[in-house]
């Protein structure tokens, strides 16, 4: 039985040369590139109801100027929900002016 004994030793021995060999960098290898972040998913526009799924930047800004004119007050959240989203300098622009005075800080407690 020494024999087995001897080839189990020897399998182990192996195994662990082979896991540090695998672990160990070797100098001046390059590191794996780090992952790109991912875009900033901006789901806005699908808070419409249109059964769209593709937004592009022309196409949320015409969205924007819609909501603008009009008059509802249920724009204000889908408003506010891109105003979160967006990060185009035109586009939050555009939304600024759509909101108004619709959302402005509130200061003190309510008149009756």
Same mark, same amino acid.
Request: aromatic share 4%; charged share 20%; with cysteine.
């Given at each position: 039985?020494?024999?087995?004994?001897?080839?189990?030793?020897?399998?182990?021995?192996?195994?662990?040369?082979?896991?540090?060999?695998?672990?160990?960098?070797?100098?001046?290898?390059?590191?794996?590139?780090?992952?790109?972040?991912?875009?900033? =998913?901006?789901?806005? !526009?699908? *808070? /419409?109801?249109?059964? +769209?799924?593709?937004? $592009?930047?022309?196409? %949320?800004? @015409? &969205?924007?100027?819609?909501?603008?004119?009009?008059?509802? =007050?249920?724009?204000? !959240?889908? *408003? /506010?929900?891109?105003? +979160?989203?967006?990060? $185009?300098?035109?586009? %939050?622009? @555009? &939304?600024?002016?759509?909101?108004?005075?619709?959302?402005?800080?509130?200061?003190?407690?309510?008149?009756?």
């Amino acid at each position: 039985m020494p024999i087995q004994e001897l080839g189990l030793a020897a399998s182990l021995l192996a195994g662990a040369i082979f896991l540090l060999a695998s672990l160990r960098r070797r100098p001046g290898a390059a590191s794996p590139p780090a992952p790109e972040p991912a875009p900033r =998913e901006i789901y806005w !526009p699908a *808070l /419409l109801g249109t059964g +769209e799924r593709s937004f $592009d930047r022309p196409m %949320r800004l @015409a &969205i924007v100027r819609q909501l603008a004119a009009a008059s509802e =007050e249920w724009r204000c !959240p889908i *408003l /506010l929900c891109a105003r +979160e989203q967006e990060t $185009d300098p035109e586009i %939050r622009a @555009a &939304i600024a002016v759509a909101l108004g005075d619709a959302v402005r800080p509130v200061i003190g407690a309510p008149q009756a």
